[in-house]
């Protein structure tokens, strides 16, 4: 529905016994009245940035799976009123950084947070059920980064605009953190992204690597040499230096391929034909229920890369391309540059 002037739900709609869906994102409702406590059949709700959540007497919407976006800084609703409120919700998007209750939400599996979070993130306070984040804005200090590398079951992770706020703008991935990872995201982090260290044992299910619009980061850790399961590699908008230090580092050991936005406006595309020996192609594990499911997961890392002609076994092959692309590729669109 696209009512820029609509404050609140319209009556009509909560008398819709049978909806599922609703759709406010481009109308900008500030509030969930009583009435909305009538749709007992909603699954899938989601709103522009709404703050006021009020509940009607003895209500719970059990069968709401999604909630997004809701605003807990300066509205009545937070995380601990939703384990009441929404029991059932397995994913939540949110504005502002309260993020007390949710290790309640027992069902959760994809979380986004856009907003600072003012407060390190502690242990336990995240349900060790997640598989999916996205940070937007957040401003996480290091100690939050270690906290989030603890989640026994995080598959994507997704780090956008001022997500960090590290010391010198270094981020480090401590020993065996990270470790049922197997999508990462850099996105637009600029400054707050000039540096990564990952020490041993991190990142040891890692499978895709996006860096895009980091152009202050000039080379990847030496760590990921020895992450056996990392199939696919981009880079979009950031520096040659990046793109070189990966080609150097990665482009020859590694079944994948690297798109670097560089300087001159050319794409390159480091195609490696065959892995070595060795590097194994088992699927991915399950999604998180939001554009990874688990075949989609799996169809990412087994993706078909296309081989440069009379190359030998394990051999790259380095093609550029003038101009921009017009499409990524279905690995690309499926491993999600998007949010």
């Not at 009538?38 to 909630?67: A, D, I, P, W, Y």
């Not at 384990?83 to 309260?98: D, E, H, Q, R």
């Not at 906290?147 to 997500?163: E, M, V």
């Not at 981009?234 to 798109?259: N, P, Q, Y």
Request: proline content about 4%; hydrophobic content about 35%.
């Amino acid at each position: 529905m696209n009512a820029p002037y609509l404050k609140e739900i319209p009556s009509f709609m909560t008398e819709l016994p049978n909806l599922q869906t609703l759709d406010l994102r481009k109308s900008p409702v500030v509030s969930l009245t009583n009435d909305f406590w009538k749709m007992q059949q909603l699954r899938h709700l989601f709103l522009s940035r709404c703050g006021e959540v009020l509940q009607g007497r003895g209500t719970v919407m059990s069968n709401l799976q999604t909630l997004s976006f809701v605003h807990v800084s300066v509205a009545s609703f937070s995380p601990s009123r939703g384990t009441t409120l929404f029991p059932n919700v397995k994913k939540l998007a949110v504005y502002g950084g309260n993020l007390y209750g949710c290790n309640k939400l027992e069902r959760l599996r994809t979380l986004k947070i856009v907003g600072n979070i003012y407060k390190a993130i502690q242990p336990k306070i995240l349900p060790s059920c997640l598989t999916k984040l996205t940070l937007r804005n957040t401003r996480l200090r290091q100690d939050s980064v270690d906290t989030l590398g603890r989640l026994p079951n995080l598959l994507i992770l997704k780090l956008f605009d001022d997500s960090l706020s590290t010391y010198d703008g270094i981020l480090v991935f401590g020993k065996r953190s990270f470790l049922q990872l197997q999508v990462l995201h850099f996105v637009e982090l600029g400054f707050s992204l000039s540096g990564w260290c990952v020490e041993s044992g991190a990142l040891q299910s890692l499978q895709n690597l996006l860096f895009r619009g980091c152009r202050h980061l000039s080379s990847i850790p030496d760590e990921l040499k020895h992450v056996t399961t990392l199939r696919h590699v981009k880079t979009m908008w950031c520096s040659d230096t990046l793109a070189e230090d990966i080609s150097r580092k990665l482009g020859k050991d590694v079944d994948f391929s690297i798109s670097a936005w560089v300087g001159k406006q050319e794409y390159f595309e480091i195609v490696c034909v065959d892995p070595p020996l060795g590097r194994g192609r088992d699927s991915a594990g399950a999604g998180d229920g939001d554009g990874h499911s688990e075949a989609s997961v799996r169809a990412m890392t087994t993706g078909a890369v296309r081989p440069a002609r009379g190359r030998r076994r394990g051999s790259s092959a380095v093609k550029p391309v003038r101009g921009p692309r017009r499409r990524e590729s279905s690995m690309w669109a499926m491993a999600g540059v998007t949010e």
